[in-house]
């Protein structure tokens, strides 16, 4: 029965209670009442109202407020109807039983939160006729159903007896019902009224409830309502039996230690059980393990805890997972290294063209390995332009030595536990990646790529950078401490390579630690064997032309490098030689037929018209405008700097987005040219009458540094004179309050990008003409280099008679 009927408890922890009226002979007055053929009707959710039996209700949905409301204003009266589902928040008429009851609203309370709480006193038993409105509230024409009198055989007596009987036994075993209930009970002398409200207090499913209400005959009713107090007297029983059997003197550690033992001894009569098998299992993996003294007392410790742990319980899976791990992992073991230096440049070569600097770094490893036998692996930092081939790289050179490969992507790694592992304890802990990846390929000296190590973040969960170090320091990481394995673990023989863009945005004291090789981008004439020798058998490979007769030529290939790409690595020269291919395939696939070999008209046909060309160097050619040379992470680029002239009071206008060091450099260069106006033959009142406004396009891309000094003072000094800067002439250089010129960084690229745009000359730091002795001359063709100390010098090269 349900223990909440006779004892009061809060109202959030209750929806209803059945309570006994002042009068249980009410019941019989029902019959008296008159009851419209037409009834507002409430869904009540997770109980049933009996004839008799008055029940306080909350209610919450605004129907069902509107349809308490209007009937508490006429005659009181309201169809109660139980829901077929509890879950269902708008109930619709197929969610509602066929049969009710008509209760009669005693009371109305308005709840401090808002709420309305009715006490509702079922009359009648009803059935619904038919729904007649659904909106604001459901009405039903309402069909009563006869009540059948009690019998007064004795057969019917000794029902309601056995009824009381039942009912008085439930209540003594269960400890939270008050014994007053059985006294209650045994005053309830109207049969009717008894089945109704034992009914109304029974904890039993709701449409038992429902069925109680609908059968007819009473004593079909009193039937099965014996059945449903017959089963809840056996749960009633039992669960006094289990409470009883919990207060014995036996400790429940000891009794289940106890049931564990007898368990394991019939097992082992049986035969063991599977569980024991696999800790069999992993001992024998384990005694073949080439591990630490540490990590083997771990590992026996593992064991023996496994051995006394059901596998029911939660720490063992996290036992056998972290046991699992430990033998997975390859302790000490390592692949051989090939010492081939002849067919490891070989290799390196076929996969990759140029890198010259990357390629003798590894084979002079390979050297020191080969002579010594052993050697703490190099940490090495590939730093480039997008699409040069780093990543690739790495894979390149693990198939050179011999060495499994493996890529760990690092880049937007915000959680420190990526790295180190989470503790075990935690709820879907894990190693970090970098024993993961280990434990993928089987392998203690792997080629690791570390992909984008320069965007590595960091917030409230840690910093992955810092935890990096220790895995990126060749004097410690042969003690890796992961937290989920709670043990050492040697990585000095991972061969590390970070791969990065820009190497200032790496934390400095992890930069500290990496061997830096600068990959800068690739000439044009790089460019057109890469694609000889890679891209266009790939593409022709994937778009299944590689056994026809496609060519495409060096001219047809440098068309496609100099009019439709500008960039420092071949990506979209791979998808532009896709755009081609596709093309030929649907040509193909169309006539059957193909063109031995794609000429420059051919291309122009497929690609459109050129994206780029060297015509606007033409169109720069007025005085006030020079040719810059910019460094950025994805390569070299070119910019202008404009200068004009209006009438003013000597302001200086700074647009095109601007850092502040760019700004610096022009405020610099025009109080240069200030100071030595008369020396360069300019009227110094000009500075006082005229304003000169500098942009540097495009305005939408941020530009900052001090390469762009030269280049502003000489296009500030063409616009006072009315003298052109040299047309195809660009310049790169730092500029002081002296008028010296100092050197800048990231020349190689600078260069290209000047030889990719159709630029001839350039104007250069006398410091930085040891950069370009290290570029391939081939690649530098047809570029003239002018070498200045000061700034007069750079004028007198810069400035056309």
Not at 100 to 120: E, F, N, S, Y
Not at 569 to 591: C, N, P, W, Y
Request: with cysteine; glycine share 6%; aromatic share 6%.
């Amino acid at each position: 029965m349900k223990e909440s009927s006779f004892f009061l408890q809060p109202e959030d922890q209750m929806d209803f209670m059945p309570i006994i009226p002042l009068n249980e002979n009410d019941g019989e007055s029902s019959l008296e009442i008159t009851v419209p053929t037409e009834l507002p009707v409430l869904p009540l959710r997770n109980t049933v109202l009996f004839p008799g039996v008055v029940l306080p209700i909350t209610v919450g949905r605004d129907k069902s407020i509107r349809a308490v409301n209007d009937a508490y204003k006429a005659d009181k009266l309201i169809g109660v109807l139980a829901q077929k589902d509890s879950n269902v928040e708008d109930p619709t008429i197929i969610d509602m039983e066929d049969v009710g009851t008509v209760a009669r609203i005693i009371k109305m309370i308005k709840m401090p939160d808002g709420g309305t709480t009715v006490i509702l006193q079922g009359r009648r038993r009803f059935k619904v006729g038919a729904i007649t409105s659904e909106d604001p509230y459901f009405k039903a024409q309402v069909v009563l159903l006869q009540e059948e009198e009690a019998p007064k055989d004795q057969d019917f007596e000794a029902y309601v007896s056995n009824i009381k009987d039942l009912a008085t036994q439930i209540i003594q075993l269960s400890p939270n019902i008050p014994s007053e209930a059985a006294i209650i009970l045994k005053n309830i002398e109207n049969p009717a009224f008894l089945i109704h409200f034992i009914s109304s207090n029974l904890n039993t499913e709701l449409h038992e409830k429902q069925q109680l209400l609908e059968l007819h005959h009473i004593k079909s009713r009193a039937d099965l309502l014996m059945q449903l107090l017959q089963r809840e007297l056996q749960f009633a029983e039992l669960k006094n039996k289990l409470t009883n059997k919990t207060k014995t003197e036996l400790d429940k550690q000891q009794r289940d230690y106890f049931l564990q033992q007898q368990l394991k001894s019939i097992k082992d009569e049986l035969g063991g059980d599977s569980n024991e098998r696999e800790i069999k299992e992993m001992q024998k993996k384990g005694d073949a393990k080439k591990w630490s003294a540490a990590a083997k007392e771990i590992f026996r410790k593992g064991i023996e805890k496994l051995e006394r742990m059901h596998p029911s319980t939660p720490d063992y899976s996290i036992v056998y997972n972290h046991l699992d791990l430990m033998l997975e992992l390859p302790w000490h073991e390592y692949t051989p290294d090939f010492y081939d230096l002849k067919k490891a440049r070989k290799i390196l070569d076929q996969d990759h063209y140029g890198m010259g600097k990357v390629k003798e770094r590894i084979l002079e490893y390979l050297a020191v390995l080969k002579l010594k036998g052993d050697m703490k692996s190099p940490i090495l930092c590939f730093v480039g332009p997008p699409g040069i081939g780093k990543t690739s790289l790495g894979k390149s050179i693990a198939n050179s030595i011999g060495r499994k490969y493996v890529r760990l992507s690092v880049g937007g790694l915000h959680d420190e536990s990526e790295i180190r592992g989470h503790r075990k304890t935690y709820i879907g802990a894990m190693p970090g990646r970098i024993l993961q990846s280990i434990r993928k390929v089987k392998s203690s000296n792997p080629v690791m790529i570390l992909d984008e190590i320069d965007k590595v973040g960091n917030d409230f969960r840690g910093d992955p950078s810092s935890a990096l170090l220790e895995v990126l320091d060749p004097e410690q990481n042969h003690g890796f401490y992961d937290n989920y394995l709670e043990t050492e673990y040697d990585l000095s023989k991972v061969l590390f390579i970070a791969t990065a863009n820009d190497v200032h945005t790496i934390q400095p004291a992890l930069r500290d630690r990496l061997e830096i090789i600068d990959l800068s981008g690739y000439a044009v004439e790089e460019k057109i064997q890469i694609a000889r020798l890679h891209l266009v058998p790939k593409q022709k490979e994937a778009h299944g032309l590689l056994n026809l007769p496609l060519r495409v030529g060096d001219k047809v290939l440098e068309k496609i490098i100099k009019d439709y790409t500008r960039e420092s690595g071949v990506r979209e020269l791979d998808r532009q030689l896709a755009s081609i291919m596709r093309f030929e395939a649907k040509e193909f696939a169309t006539k059957d037929k193909l063109r031995p070999t794609l000429s420059q008209g051919d291309v122009e046909k497929i690609l459109g018209k050129p994206r780029y060309n060297n015509d606007m160097y033409k169109v720069a050619h007025m005085p006030g405008v020079a040719v810059g040379l910019a460094w950025t992470y994805v390569g070299g680029d070119i910019l202008f700097v404009e200068t004009s002239l209006s009438d003013g009071k000597g302001d200086l206008k700074l647009t095109g987005n601007l850092g502040n060091v760019m700004k610096e450099s022009a405020t610099t260069a025009l109080t240069y040219l200030q100071s030595n106006a008369r020396k360069y033959d300019i009227d110094p009142a000009i500075f006082q009458k005229k304003t000169l406004h500098i942009h540097v396009p495009e305005g939408a891309v941020p530009k900052d540094g001090p390469s762009a000094g030269v280049t502003m003072m000489s296009s500030i000094y063409s616009a006072i004179t009315g003298k052109r800067v040299k047309p195809y002439l660009a310049m790169t250089g730092e500029i002081t309050l002296r008028g010296q010129v100092l050197p800048v960084g990231g020349i190689k690229e600078k260069v290209l990008a000047a030889k990719r745009a159709g630029l001839r000359e350039i104007i250069l730091c006398w410091q930085n003409e040891k950069d370009i002795q290290q570029i391939d001359s081939s690649f530098i063709k047809g570029l003239t280099f002018h070498y200045a100390k000061t700034m007069q010098q750079v004028l007198d090269l810069a400035l056309a008679e």
